[in-house]
Structures are given as structure tokens and as C-alpha cells.
């Protein structure tokens, strides 16, 4: 696991920077496989998947540029087994995760960590699980949807 997770770092900071955000094409590609995963399973997508999201509202695009990368930098932090990660078009922050008994905890690690960031104090910042749509035919507008 650890050697995986460290090539996939590996990967992603050549790839895509240090801050290891995917285009929002590849995270939905991912979706895609882990949906087909489940049903292969006989399992509905939104029974093992999730999607922890993420937006910061603010009046200033050259501020809001910094706060979502300092969102980003917690993000990366507290969901470090490799998860998918990326930014959305309209700003919001997905990361596909498996859901589990540590999915609560993390999310609420990952929202403490970003409300207690003296740079984010003056900043609207939402945190949320986004639960996946049950049937895998809707997942995709479903992510489309999120990301508009």
C-alpha cells in the first residue's frame, strides 16, 4: 500500500504539481472505473463512494486563488491515502473517497483543520460528503452537476 501510494504521489507531483490536483476529467474517468468496480461487485456506487467537497466563497478571484490552494494543502493533508482530487470549474474541491468508518472523522479533520488556518479566517469555506447517486447511469450528471 505504502509503495503504491508513494508512486501515485510520485506521479501525480510530475504530472500536476506538488499540489496533486487532477483535471476534473481524470477525476471523473477514475469515477467511472470505480463504478464499473462496484457493479462488477453487485454493488450500487454510492454504497462504497463518496465525494468530500469543498468551496470557498469569496469577492476577490486573486485572495480566492490562494485560499482554495490553502484548502487544497489541508485537503491534501488529512486525505493522504491517495484519493482523487480535483478543481472543479465553478472552484468547488472534490476528492473521491471510499466511504468507511473514518470517512466522518476525516471530513470533520479536514473542515477543523481549514476553519482553525489563520490565512482562511475571513473566508466562507464549506465542507461537506456529498453522497453518490445510487444508480451508476446518474453518477456522471451527478459529478457534472457538482462541478457547475
Do not use: C, K
Not at 499540489?19 to 454493488?43: D, I, K, N, T, Y
Not at 468551496?55 to 491515502?81: I, K, N, P
Not at 482553525?116 to 444508480?135: F, K, Y
Amino acid at each position: 500500500m505504502d509503495l503504491a501510494a508513494g508512486w501515485a504521489d510520485g506521479v501525480l507531483r510530475s504530472e500536476y504539481g506538488a499540489e496533486q490536483v487532477v483535471p476534473l476529467a481524470l477525476l471523473r474517468l477514475r469515477l467511472e472505473q470505480q463504478v464499473a468496480q462496484s457493479a462488477r461487485l453487485g454493488r450500487r456506487p454510492g454504497d462504497d463512494l463518496a465525494l468530500v467537497a469543498a468551496t470557498v466563497s469569496t469577492s476577490d478571484a486573486a485572495s480566492g486563488a490562494e485560499q482554495r490552494r490553502r484548502v487544497l494543502q489541508h485537503a491534501r493533508s488529512v486525505f493522504a491515502s491517495g484519493e482523487s482530487m480535483a478543481m472543479a470549474p465553478n472552484g468547488t474541491l472534490l476528492v473521491l473517497v471510499t466511504r468507511g468508518p473514518s470517512l466522518h472523522t476525516r471530513t470533520l479533520a479536514f473542515e477543523q483543520a481549514v476553519r482553525s488556518d489563520d490565512r482562511l479566517h475571513n473566508t466562507t469555506i464549506r465542507v461537506w460528503v456529498e453522497p453518490l447517486a445510487m444508480a451508476a447511469e446518474h453518477v456522471d450528471s451527478h459529478l457534472l452537476g457538482l462541478a457547475s
